[in-house]
């Protein structure tokens, strides 16, 4: 099942990017700005549209914790913002200026990549804001660039057609020809790897102008990198595929050409899932929520749509269950249960399918404070004669109860070694974050390879990460 919540039509030019975060919805435009939507109801937030760029916005990412929000643009700079009040935070400028046109944050948000059209790809550090390196790594436009989900190396595409693996030092690991004839458009890596005898494994996929959706599984073991044969080709589209992205639990890609969207399941591959046709031009952006079974796409027709992908518990939304589902629709009133007015207990009752108690609630004036105080005893004296009807209406005030605990800690905030919310969390030399006295503690019992990868940590050296903290420090507030 497909339905479309909404659609956004505040650009006035062609969408080029759209992002999500666990909140909110970043879009990019030709327009020369980046708007931002709160997820609760779609509405854009007040310090939107972010402006600065001098010319169009090709790329807009948040990082993984969404702590951060990055876009860049043909005037040849990356931009980072502030997603919680639309403040630039810093602008990374490609040394000679050349057009970007595409970006993306490592996994641990310590790092910027950005490829540009004169054939470069730049490398940023963001603890000191300085560019690491900027050098060639193509002949052609740098269109399509990600980090492997290690962290340790990355992907690059370019108008040519070819894809290439580098490590951070820019040496080349390994080099696909041809992996697009008319050219590569979008490359994604899934967010899981798998490491087997100091072997780090990943799945990559590829679209681009020839029609076709592509699925590769790269490796790198021992500083050498090699891709395996072509998992799948999907050809099921007469028109270019223009974005792809894999879902949070890397277990669905969705490819997005003219009016169609392709899901195939990494468990059945070749089905295609959806076709979407509402957009009347090209569809040049995806973008999968991580918190709720939700896809944005965005079109040359300045729209951009944003919809609901299955019933919570198939593959298109496993990660978001039904009741994670009703918790974003009440967040459209801002309130918690406890403020409820009378009129919103009595909305909640008719969603839940209770229509029946709204007279008996009606006539007893029962608010939030009231719902959520209420039990099997105290239902009985509100005249439901009914047992089995004060059932589910306990069942769902509890359901309330439970949703208003909060979800858990997103993966990214817990430390890889023990699995616990981090409160100093820092990154070691292998790209990761970890809490500080787990990773010390690890590296003075004489483990000198990475917990996440098995391979030899280069340094002991340990950095602060200020920004996963300080997001981590939001979360809990907001609990």
Known sequence: MVSLLCSLRQHADEIRCCSFSASLLATCSGDKSVRVYS????????????????????????????????????????????????????????????????????????????????????????????????SAVSDASVVACCFSPCGQMFVTGCTHGNLKLWDLDFSLLHEEKDAHDLGVACCSAAPHFKVDDCCVEFRLASCGQDSQLKIWIVS?????????????????????????????????????????????CLQNLGTLLHILKQHTGYVTAVALSPSAPWIATGSMDRSVNVWRIGDGDGPAGKHSDKAGFRRKRRACSGLLPADWTEEDVQSWLREEGLAELVGPFRANNIDGPELIRLNRETAAELGIESVGLRGRLVRKIEELKAEQDGPEAPDEFLCP??????????IAADGYSYERQSIESWIRGKNKSSPMTNLPLQTSLLTPNRSLKAAITRWRSSQ
């Open 417 to 426: 070694i023990t699995r616990e919310l981090m409160k100093d969390p820092v």
């Open 39 to 134: 997820t609760a109801d779609f509405s854009e937030r007040p310090f939107s549209p972010l402006t600065g760029h001098g010319y169009g916005v090709h790329c807009c990412r948040f990082s993984r914790c969404g702590a951060r929000l990055l876009s860049c643009s043909t005037d040849g700079s990356a931009r980072l913002w502030s997603p919680e009040t639309g403040e630039p935070a810093a602008e990374l400028r490609h040394p000679e200026r050349a057009a970007l046109r595409v970006c993306a944050f490592s996994p641990d948000s310590a790092s910027v990549l950005a490829g540009a059209s004169d054939g470069t790809a730049a490398l940023w550090d963001l603890g000191s804001r300085t560019l690491r390196r900027c």
């Open 220 to 264: 790198q073991q021992d500083g050498a990198g090699r891709s395996t044969p072509l998992l799948h080709t999907l050809t099921s589209q007469s028109a270019p595929v223009l974005s792809c992205d894999f879902s949070y639990d890397g277990e669905v890609i969705h490819g997005l050409s003219h009016a169609a969207v392709l899901a195939p």
